[in-house]
């Protein structure tokens, strides 16, 4: 179990590094007016989130081996809310700058997470 989530996570930070630098390159390069902290604060939170759901579902993988798929889709549907209650505490306006700040991370952990939790449920058959 630790050498597949270190697997996992190694993967994960270096893709969500990389695509941290391109965002803030895209919105350096062109004079997109924004909170630099709204970013930083949208791909730590992915980041964190995506660490803790994954290392949930490793460690209830067995005991609830029919139901990840629906620890999964919760615990997705729980980041979204997280996420906007965060922002609306921090009186953050959603607007489309600050949805493509948060969208864009937020569909690189998904399609990560996604791959991630295939693998365990068919390794699980």
Not at 12 to 38: D, M, Q, R
Request: aromatic share 16%.
């Amino acid at each position: 179990m630790i050498k597949n989530l270190l697997s996992f996570l190694s993967i994960f930070l270096l893709v969500l590094l990389v695509v941290y630098g391109i965002h803030t390159w895209v919105v350096s390069f062109f004079s997109i007016k924004n909170n630099p902290a709204i970013i930083n604060l949208s791909y730590v939170f992915n980041a964190v989130y995506t660490v803790l759901l994954i290392t949930v579902i490793l460690i209830l993988r067995k005991k609830f081996k029919d139901q990840i798929g629906f620890i999964f889709l919760a615990g997705s549907f729980v980041k979204l809310g997280v996420f906007v209650a965060i922002t609306k505490l921090n009186g953050i306006v959603m607007d489309k700058t600050v949805f493509l700040d948060f969208f864009t991370p937020y569909v690189i952990s998904l399609i990560l997470e996604v791959y991630y939790v295939s693998k365990i449920l068919n390794s699980n058959k």
